[in-house]
């Protein structure tokens, strides 16, 4: 097996932990967040740009590589480390949530999905054993199961359906898969319903080996919610292995899920507000388009150390966002990356420390916490 994890320590005062997951591209220290790079790139930043900012791993997304350029030739290619030029851990998620997100047309049966691209209209289908098969291709080091990603709201008789119809599918995955290099995780959903939510993660964690992920949250339920459903899994969450919470990435909610037993997140929030003029900082988020800025020649963050903050002022910031410049999301984007990174390495220090409880309060207090 390329694939073991280890608890490194866990925290005295919150019982958080830090660990260390090796795949075969490396090992991660968590809590870990990790950068999105939807078509095989973190978008606007190049992979040593990415490298740069201390993320460890990065995650790329099935359904929109199966569509373009597709599979086949990424995998021609030597895989998607080689044909991206990272050579860092990747994750593969399965499509399943792009497929219920963005298709303008969908018809979901017991064997798959049937939907049109949302690129050309044209007529596409999906199940547990083709999403398998992508991912295999890809090559990934960890893959997610096909799953059914219900959204907020949804009535308990349908999220039960969807939440026992994403079990099947699991049991479809973890016969078809066969890899040995590519660890696959399965997905608890079963919407904002707590019974279902432990029935789905206890049928879930049978086929877990080495990494389980919670789906089906920040799909529109407001965050306290999403942190009760955390605090329900929690005690049940299997302890040997890491805990992957889908689709999470501001700071507050990076902070609360790691009080809540997580491990490893994701999210292309840091990098779209990015290239709309928003970044994250020290003294709190910054809308860098605001006016009181035009003549602000300090960093961004003082205490960062990223390439923009150490090179660019808030007034040239401002001034690249507003004059639509590329080289203003680019730096927006590394420098959210790049706190984001520090944020965890600060996290994982605090937790080493049995400091994380005091920690927690005093990122509340300094602003920091802003979603």
Known sequence: MKFSYKILHECAQTGARVGELTTPHGKIITPVFMPVGTRATV??????????????????????????????????????????????????????????????????????????????????????????????????????????????????????????????????????????????????????????????????????????????????????????????????????????????????CLIEGVLRGIDMFDCVLPTRTARNGTAYASSGKINIRNLKYREDFSPLDEKCGCYCCRNFSKAYLRHLVQSDEILGGRMLSLHNITYLADLMSRVRNAIMHDEFGDFVKEFVASGEYVS
């Open 43 to 252: 978008k606007s930043l190049s992979p040593e740009e990415v490298k740069k900012s201390g993320a460890q791993i990065i995650l790329s997304n099935t359904y929109h590589l199966h569509l373009r350029p597709g599979e086949q030739l990424i995998e021609k290619a030597g895989g998607l480390h080689k044909f991206m030029g990272w050579n860092k851990p990747i994750l593969t998620d399965s499509g399943g949530f792009q497929v219920f997100s963005l298709a303008k047309l969908r018809k979901i049966d017991e064997n798959g999905v049937d939907f049109s691209s949302h690129i050309d209209g044209s007529l596409q289908r999906f199940s547990p054993e083709i999403a398998i098969d992508i991912q295999n291709a890809l090559g990934a080091d960890i893959i997610m199961a096909f799953d059914v990603c219900s959204e907020a709201g949804t009535d308990r008789a349908e999220a039960e359906r969807v939440m026992e119809l994403t079990a099947r599918w699991l049991v479809r995955c973890r016969e078809h898969h066969k890899r040995k290099d590519q660890m696959l995780f399965p997905i608890v959903q079963g919407n904002m319903y707590d019974d279902l939510r432990l029935r789905s993660l206890d049928y879930s964690a049978e086929y877990a080996e080495c990494g389980i992920a919670i789906g089906g949250l920040s799909v529109g339920e407001d965050k306290e919610t999403m942190y009760h459903i955390l605090d329900v899994l929690k005690p049940r969450l299997p302890k040997n292995m890491p805990r992957y919470l889908m689709g999470v990435g501001s700071p507050d």
